[in-house]
């Protein structure tokens, strides 16, 4: 089973801040993913890394995927209030795919 | 595109019945997962198909849960009987790809067992 684990678990933060999450696992993935669910939604992807130091950005976000494959974090510049809710990294690997427990932002205006 | 479909939204049965959750995956795609979320233990995959043939049920709790896909379409959940420690949002999602990247996630269905 491949473990992966998400820190911090809980985040609350003043809008305009920056912030950092990470995903780790001591297993090497083929791909990881980024998912963000809101409150009664299911999980929505917002990125997938597959290349060892990849770091991609999207708009505020930028994600980086560890150079041994098994690490990823995700940086949010100047968050705001619509970038409250739980995002989850997954990572693929063995045939089979696993999620983190999730960091719960919440950001305050 | 309408995207991934579940039925019911919500679901309040006793102990004991017979609950049937339901999934439309979107339309071409191939793969079809279901998944369980708890605040205890997160997001757990219990079951994924990949052209309506189950590839890996290895996260189904045990023998009250069964899942089938008769058609490309179509995917049901089947918990029989129910107990409370089932309760928990269900999610089913579905990819283009036979592997697990870039799954599109339904609105989940909320189960209570009492």
């Known amino acids: 089973t491949q473990l992966l684990e998400q820190s911090p678990q809980f985040l609350s933060i003043q809008e305009g801040e920056n912030l950092t999450v990470y995903c780790n696992s001591s297993?090497?993935?083929?791909?990881l993913q980024w998912y963000r669910q809101e409150p009664g939604e299911g999980p929505v992807l917002l990125v997938t890394?597959?290349?060892?130091?990849e770091v991609k950005k999207l708009k505020r976000l930028t994600f980086q995927f560890g150079d041994a494959r098994k690490d990823s974090s995700l940086h949010i510049t100047a968050a705001q209030p619509g970038d409250t809710g739980l995002y989850l990294c997954?990572?693929?690997?063995?045939?089979?795919?696993?999620f983190g427990a999730g960091t719960r932002l919440t950001v305050k205006p | 595109d309408a995207g991934v479909i579940q039925s019911p939204r919500h679901e309040v049965t006793e102990m004991g019945q017979e609950v049937t959750l339901r999934c439309k995956p979107i339309?071409?795609?191939?793969?079809l997962f279901w998944y369980r979320q708890t605040m205890m233990r997160g997001l757990e995959l219990l079951i994924y198909?990949?052209?309506?043939?189950?590839?890996?049920d290895s996260g189904m709790p045990e023998d009250r849960f069964s899942a089938k896909m008769p058609n490309a379409s179509f995917s049901t959940l089947k918990i029989q009987p129910s107990e409370p420690r089932d309760s928990a949002v269900y999610f089913c999602?579905?990819?283009?790809?036979?592997?697990?990247?870039?799954?599109?996630f339904g609105p989940g269905t909320r189960l209570t067992v009492t």
């Open positions: 198909f990949n052209n309506n043939v189950p590839i890996d």
């Open positions: 997954a990572g693929e690997g063995n045939n089979d795919m696993r």
């Open positions: 890394v597959v290349t060892g130091g």
């Open positions: 999602a579905s990819s283009s790809n036979r592997g697990h990247d870039e799954q599109y």
């Open positions: 339309s071409g795609h191939n793969s």
């Open positions: 297993s090497v993935f083929s791909s």
